[in-house]
């Protein structure tokens, strides 16, 4: 069974600073023609930055989207002159203030269905002090916990973005190799 559907055209309904929502036309395998709408999200990094007792940085901030404080990592949107890895590494000195000198990949992940959202995971170690001033439309709290610790909050379902816990899981696996982690 043929699965793809081949665009015909497209449609902006939305452009913003972070958004873009469009219409697409589309011909599906069978010949039908069919609208898809799709929401796509500028890419950005999210590090997972672990200290060389096993401390994980994590992040509280209040999300006016949801309308309630959350734990998140520290990372940041893609600007157009910089590589997902060096927005990681300038996203880790302004949010959290460390510079790491060893970088992981530990995944990329772009969004599914109707949702477009490229989103890049690293794992940050050998972190020293370095910061730079904040963004200044930003406002949260540094919280430096065990990475265990911060894996049982992933279990207990306390990261809004699961995409987070996620990337704590594989930092985990990587720092853990041996150990039963769940």
């Known amino acids: 069974m043929k699965l793809t559907e081949k665009i015909v055209s497209s449609k902006v309904i939305f452009r913003g600073d972070l958004f873009t929502i469009s219409t697409l036309f589309v011909t599906l395998p069978d010949g039908r023609r069919v609208t898809r709408e799709v ?5 950005s990094v999210s590090i997972v930055a672990v200290d060389q007792t096993n401390s994980v940085i994590l992040l509280r901030e209040f999300r006016g989207g949801i309308k309630r404080t ?8 893609v ?3 910089r590589t997902p890895l060096n927005t990681a ?5 302004q949010e959290a203030g460390y510079r790491a000198t060893r970088w992981f990949k530990l995944f990329e992940k772009s969004g599914g269905g109707s949702w477009h959202w490229p989103r890049y995971f690293y794992l940050a170690r050998g972190l020293t002090r370095q910061p730079l001033p904040p963004d200044l439309d930003e406002r949260f709290e540094i ?3 065990p990475l265990i610790r911060a894996l049982r909050l992933v279990i207990k379902n306390q990261f809004e973005s699961s995409d987070d816990g996620l990337a704590i899981l594989e930092a985990c696996k ?3 190799p041996r ?3 769940l």
């Open 39 to 43: 929401a796509a999200r500028r890419p």
């Open 70 to 77: 959350v734990w998140r990592l520290p990372g940041g949107m």
């Open 79 to 81: 600007d157009g002159h």
């Open 89 to 93: 590494r300038h996203e880790l000195r």
């Open 143 to 145: 919280k430096r916990m």
């Open 174 to 176: 990587i720092i853990y």
């Open 179 to 181: 150990r039963r982690l």
